[in-house]
C-alpha cells in the first residue's frame, strides 16, 4: 500500500469511528468466548428471581417440563431437578440417594459447563446412592472420609439430575419424585448438623434461564469474571475484557454509548450462534441430523486440546445445550435436526412430516422434541413440547413405525401425533434416545430425515 493509499484508508476512519469498530469487534469475540459463563449465570438468575431459591437450594419439576422452563434443550419426559452452588466459603455436600422404585441420574458442571463428574445410576455410586464433595479450586490437604471427591477449577457451578420413573402410572412417577425429594445439599462446615433441605416445585411456573443477546449480556459476563478466578488458558482474553469495561475486581459501568454498541455486539453474537447451529456431523451418511460437537466428547467438554481452546464451537454448544454428561450415552443420547431431507432450514409456518421406524432402540423410549432456534428452548405458549415413543395415544402404523407432524395446525385425526411450530419462526428438533442401545451407536439403526409435507 502506498502512503497515499494508507492516508486515504486513514482518513475514512476517525478516531472515534477506530473506537466503536474495536469495541464492536471485542464485543462479539467477548460474546464467542463467554458464552458459557453466561448460560450458567442465566440459570443462576432465573433460580434466584423465579424459583427465589439460594445456593443449595433444589429446585424441581414435579411433572414433565412444559414450556414455561425455559432454559437450552431441557428433556420433556424427564422429571428435574436442578441446584446451584458456590465453593467460595469451602466444600460442598451432596447426598444422591440410590435409584430404588426409579432411576435418578446426573452430572455436576463447572462455571463453564465443564462436567465435573456423573452420579446415579450412570455415575461414580452406579445407582447404589453416595455422598459427593464438592470441592473449591486449589490444594485440598486432606479428605474426610466416605465421600466422592469433586475437584472444579471454578468458584460456581451447578447439577441437573433426572428422575426416570419406570412407567407413567401415578405410582411410579411418585416414586421418582422421592427420589428428587431425598437429594441432599449442604456445606461441609455443617455436617454435622445440616440445615433443612429446601425442594422447591416449580412446574408450571416459568423459569426463565436463557441467556439475553443484548448489552445486558456482558453485565453477566462481567458478574461471572468478577467471581471466577483467572485461568492462564484465558489471560489474553482478560486484557481484551479491559477494553469493554470489564476488569476483576471492578464494578462494571458502560455508559450509553458503550451499552448501545455492546447492544449490538450481542446482537451479532446471537446470529452467528444461530447459524452455526446446522453446523453439526451428519451422524447417519448424509443425514440430516447431526451430532452438535465432535470435540466435545472428545476433550470432555472442556474444547480444550493439545493445539487450542475452541472457543467457537464451544459458544455454538452451550447456546444450544447445557448439562452434557460427563460420559455421554449413558441414560441419554440425542441427535439434532436443523434442516428438512432437501437442506432447507426448518420454517414454522410449513408443516413437515417424521416417520420413525417400529424398532426404536432405546431400553426406556425415544421422544421427539421441538425447540425455538432463536433461543434453543421450547416455543412459548406451545401446546405440545415433545413427543413421547411410550405415548399410548399415539397413532401407530401395521409395521409398528409412527408418523409425527410439525406445523402451526394439526393435520386432522392426526392431533395425537403433533407438535407445535410458531409461524414465522425458525426451528429445530432433537431426538433423544432414553437408555440408547448398540444399534444406536453402531449405526445400523438409522432415523430417516424430516420431510417438508407436499
Same mark, same amino acid.
Given at each position: 500500500?502506498?502512503?497515499?493509499?494508507?492516508? %486515504?484508508?486513514?482518513?475514512?476512519?476517525?478516531?472515534?469511528?477506530?473506537?466503536?469498530?474495536? /469495541?464492536?469487534?471485542?464485543?462479539?469475540?467477548?460474546?464467542?468466548?463467554?458464552? !458459557?459463563?453466561?448460560?450458567?449465570? %442465566?440459570?443462576?438468575?432465573?433460580?434466584?428471581?423465579?424459583?427465589?431459591?439460594?445456593?443449595?437450594?433444589?429446585?424441581?419439576? &414435579?411433572?414433565?417440563?412444559?414450556?414455561?422452563?425455559?432454559?437450552?434443550?431441557?428433556?420433556?419426559?424427564?422429571?428435574?431437578? *436442578?441446584?446451584?452452588?458456590?465453593?467460595?466459603?469451602?466444600?460442598?455436600?451432596?447426598?444422591?440417594?440410590?435409584?430404588?422404585?426409579?432411576?435418578?441420574?446426573?452430572?455436576?458442571?463447572?462455571?463453564?459447563?465443564?462436567?465435573?463428574?456423573?452420579?446415579?445410576?450412570?455415575?461414580?455410586?452406579?445407582?447404589?446412592?453416595?455422598?459427593? /464433595?464438592?470441592?473449591?479450586?486449589?490444594?485440598?490437604? &486432606?479428605?474426610?472420609?466416605?465421600?466422592?471427591?469433586?475437584?472444579?477449577?471454578?468458584?460456581?457451578? *451447578?447439577?441437573?439430575?433426572?428422575?426416570?420413573?419406570?412407567?407413567?402410572?401415578?405410582?411410579?412417577?411418585?416414586?421418582?419424585?422421592?427420589?428428587?425429594?431425598?437429594?441432599?445439599?449442604? !456445606?461441609?462446615?455443617?455436617?454435622?448438623?445440616?440445615?433443612?433441605?429446601?425442594?422447591?416445585?416449580?412446574?408450571?411456573?416459568?423459569?426463565?434461564?436463557?441467556?439475553?443477546?443484548?448489552?445486558?449480556?456482558?453485565?453477566?459476563?462481567?458478574?461471572?469474571?468478577?467471581?471466577?478466578?483467572?485461568?492462564?488458558?484465558?489471560?489474553?482474553?482478560?486484557?481484551?475484557?479491559?477494553?469493554?469495561?470489564?476488569?476483576?475486581?471492578? #464494578?462494571?459501568?458502560?455508559?450509553?454509548?458503550?451499552?448501545?454498541? /455492546?447492544?449490538?455486539?450481542?446482537?451479532?453474537?446471537?446470529?452467528?450462534?444461530?447459524?452455526?447451529? &446446522?453446523?453439526?456431523?451428519?451422524?447417519?451418511?448424509?443425514?440430516?441430523?447431526?451430532?452438535?460437537?465432535?470435540?466435545?466428547?472428545?476433550?470432555?467438554?472442556?474444547?480444550?486440546? +493439545?493445539?487450542?481452546?475452541?472457543?467457537?464451537?464451544?459458544?455454538?454448544?452451550?447456546?444450544? %445445550?447445557?448439562? #452434557?454428561?460427563?460420559? !455421554?450415552?449413558?441414560?441419554?443420547?440425542?441427535?439434532?435436526?436443523?434442516?428438512? %431431507?432437501?437442506?432447507?432450514?426448518?420454517? +414454522?409456518?410449513?408443516? *413437515?412430516?417424521?416417520?420413525?421406524? +417400529?424398532?426404536?432402540?432405546?431400553?426406556?423410549?425415544?421422544?421427539?422434541?421441538?425447540?425455538?432456534?432463536?433461543?434453543?428452548?421450547?416455543?412459548?405458549?406451545?401446546?405440545?413440547?415433545?413427543?413421547?415413543?411410550?405415548?399410548?395415544? /399415539?397413532?401407530?402404523?401395521?409395521?409398528?413405525?409412527?408418523?409425527?407432524?410439525?406445523?402451526?395446525?394439526?393435520?386432522?385425526?392426526?392431533?395425537?401425533?403433533?407438535?407445535?411450530?410458531?409461524?414465522?419462526?425458525?426451528?429445530?428438533?432433537?431426538?433423544?434416545?432414553?437408555?440408547?442401545?448398540?444399534?444406536?451407536?453402531?449405526?445400523?439403526?438409522?432415523?430417516?430425515?424430516?420431510?417438508?409435507?407436499?
Amino acid at each position: 500500500m502506498t502512503t497515499s493509499n494508507a492516508s %486515504a484508508v486513514s482518513a475514512a476512519f476517525t478516531p472515534a469511528e477506530l473506537a466503536r469498530r474495536t /469495541l464492536q469487534r471485542r464485543g462479539v469475540e467477548a460474546a464467542i468466548w463467554g458464552m !458459557p459463563l453466561v448460560s450458567v449465570d %442465566a440459570m443462576r438468575q432465573a433460580s434466584l428471581r423465579d424459583a427465589g431459591a439460594e445456593s443449595g437450594d433444589i429446585v424441581y419439576l &414435579s411433572k414433565p417440563a412444559d414450556w414455561r422452563f425455559q432454559t437450552a434443550t431441557p428433556n420433556a419426559t424427564s422429571l428435574y431437578a *436442578y441446584f446451584n452452588f458456590n465453593l467460595a466459603n469451602g466444600p460442598i455436600v451432596v447426598e444422591v440417594p440410590a435409584s430404588v422404585g426409579a432411576e435418578l441420574s446426573g452430572t455436576f458442571i463447572d462455571a463453564w459447563e465443564t462436567p465435573l463428574a456423573d452420579a446415579g445410576a450412570d455415575g461414580e455410586d452406579q445407582g447404589r446412592g453416595g455422598s459427593y /464433595l464438592l470441592l473449591p479450586p486449589g490444594d485440598t490437604p &486432606s479428605l474426610p472420609d466416605g465421600h466422592l471427591p469433586v475437584r472444579t477449577r471454578t468458584v460456581n457451578g *451447578y447439577a441437573l439430575f433426572h428422575a426416570i420413573p419406570a412407567s407413567s402410572w401415578p405410582e411410579d412417577q411418585a416414586k421418582a419424585i422421592d427420589l428428587v425429594k431425598a437429594l441432599r445439599v449442604y !456445606p461441609l462446615a455443617r455436617a454435622d448438623k445440616p440445615p433443612a433441605q429446601r425442594h422447591i416445585d416449580m412446574s408450571g411456573l416459568l423459569f426463565n434461564g436463557i441467556a439475553r443477546f443484548d448489552d445486558t449480556f456482558y453485565d453477566a459476563l462481567a458478574r461471572m469474571v468478577h467471581e471466577e478466578p483467572v485461568q492462564t488458558r484465558d489471560i489474553v482474553v482478560m486484557a481484551q475484557l479491559k477494553s469493554l469495561g470489564i476488569e476483576k475486581g471492578k #464494578a462494571f459501568k458502560p455508559d450509553q454509548a458503550t451499552r448501545d454498541v /455492546l447492544k449490538g455486539a450481542a446482537a451479532e453474537a446471537h446470529a452467528l450462534f444461530m447459524n452455526s447451529a &446446522s453446523g453439526g456431523q451428519p451422524y447417519w451418511p448424509g443425514s440430516r441430523w447431526v451430532s452438535l460437537t465432535a470435540a466435545g466428547p472428545k476433550t470432555g467438554f472442556s474444547f480444550e486440546t +493439545g493445539e487450542r481452546l475452541d472457543i467457537d464451537e464451544r459458544a455454538a454448544m452451550f447456546f444450544l %445445550a447445557d448439562a #452434557a454428561p460427563k460420559n !455421554p450415552g449413558g441414560t441419554h443420547f440425542n441427535v439434532g435436526a436443523f434442516r428438512d %431431507a432437501t437442506g432447507n432450514p426448518f420454517k +414454522g409456518d410449513d408443516t *413437515y412430516h417424521l416417520r420413525i421406524p +417400529g424398532n426404536g432402540p432405546a431400553r426406556h423410549s425415544w421422544t421427539v422434541t421441538v425447540y425455538d432456534l432463536a433461543t434453543g428452548a421450547f416455543i412459548r405458549n406451545t401446546p405440545r413440547v415433545a413427543i413421547d415413543g411410550g405415548d399410548r395415544k /399415539l397413532l401407530k402404523n401395521g409395521d409398528g413405525s409412527i408418523d409425527v407432524y410439525f406445523g402451526p395446525t394439526a393435520p386432522v385425526g392426526k392431533e395425537s401425533n403433533w407438535i407445535f411450530t410458531a409461524p414465522r419462526k425458525p426451528w429445530f428438533a432433537f431426538f433423544r434416545f432414553h437408555g440408547p442401545e448398540k444399534t444406536v451407536f453402531d449405526r445400523t439403526w438409522v432415523l430417516p430425515n424430516i420431510e417438508r409435507a407436499r
